[in-house]
């Protein structure tokens, strides 16, 4: 199978002046799409050479997998933003996000301490777990929660080309940024997707 990048569901410059147009080009067009072309070129002739990219993050190693999780990781990660500044957390799913943080304050309060204290390049993830309810964890480089058994709500890019140009040393202002960018309506149908496919999820 050979990957191709995906396109973003906005234009470069529409996260500005969270994430400026020239971040999100190099982050989409040069680091997302050198994933691709090294995951393209490590399978071929292996046995990964047929396998869908959720399939090939739960069995593969080194450097197939490497490539192969940041190339979902990032289409995640992109799919999960959208531009302005006026993006709520409300209704069901900011019910659920109450009973299992207390507060949507609180939970902000936590994905930003979480995220902050991840040494290193990585990611932070909102998963739902086998008992059904959600938390925040690290994971570092390419690591993706798929390989333990954990849903993906939403994650959030700490490498640092997701934002230097932009906050340089100030992760803490990116995650900010990040915040008020994030996809809500994608993150509650992703929760609610999974929700309604109990079997499936349970046994993974
Ligand atoms: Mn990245």
Redesign the pocket.
Known sequence: MKFELSELPYELNALEPYISKMTLEL?HTK??QTYITNLNSEIIGTKYKNLDLETIIKVADGPVFNYAAQVWN?KFYFEGLKPGNHNTLKGPFADLIKRNFGSVSFFKNSFIKVALSLFGAGWAWLVLNPERSIEIILKSNAGNPMRIGLVPLMNC?L?E??YYLDYQNRRKDYLEAFWKLINWEKIEKRYNEFSNTEVSFLHN
């Open positions: 982050h680091h997302n990032h890019d490498w080309h997701a």
